[in-house]
């Protein structure tokens, strides 16, 4: 399979890949939940080409992840804003960095704390069931074929 036929698999992973699946739009994105908006602050951040943001920060405007609005008229100048399409992928971006901090942060800890600001505590995230409330974890999911599902 070629990483430009994901999006045409009968699998939603797949599709989603096809998107979010490069590691520097996952970085983008990341910078987007801490706050980045701009080109410039993208590139520097990251450290890598102009091609290369230009080129993710495209994809995630095309499919509605990101909206790109002028901030300044002489010379034109654009920001990047999360859509509600990408403001959905912040469970994604928890659960990454839930990881990371698990299994790859240094004796000094993790390098960023998130504070729910409901009630002024840092959090770790969790995945519960959408039906009960009760957290889950992988064995205690069961998969099974959907009316998507077209077999593989």
């Known amino acids: 399979m070629k990483w ?3 999006n045409a698999q009968p ?3 797949a599709r989603a890949l096809a998107v979010i699946g490069d590691r520097w739009t996952l970085m983008i994105l990341r910078d987007c939940f801490l706050g980045v908006r701009r080109f410039e602050a993208f590139q520097a951040r990251l450290g890598i080409s102009r091609t290369i943001v230009t080129d993710r920060l ?3 405007v095309e499919e509605g992840v990101l909206r790109r609005e002028a901030y300044q008229a002489n010379p034109v100048r654009h920001e990047y804003r999360l859509t509600d399409k990408g403001l959905e992928l912040h469970p994604v971006i928890l659960a990454i960095a839930r990881f990371g901090d698990e299994h790859y942060a240094d004796e000094a800890g993790p390098p960023v ?3 729910h600001k ?3 505590c840092d959090f770790q995230p969790v995945q ?3 039906a009960c409330g009760e957290p889950v974890s ?4 069961e998969a099974r074929a959907g009316v998507g599902f077209a077999g593989v």
């Open 138 to 141: 992988a064995r205690q999911v």
């Open 118 to 120: 409901g009630c002024g």
């Open 4 to 6: 430009d036929d994901l």
């Open 11 to 13: 699998c939603s992973i």
């Open 113 to 115: 704390l998130r504070r």
């Open 58 to 60: 495209r994809l995630l």
């Open 128 to 130: 519960v069931c959408s």
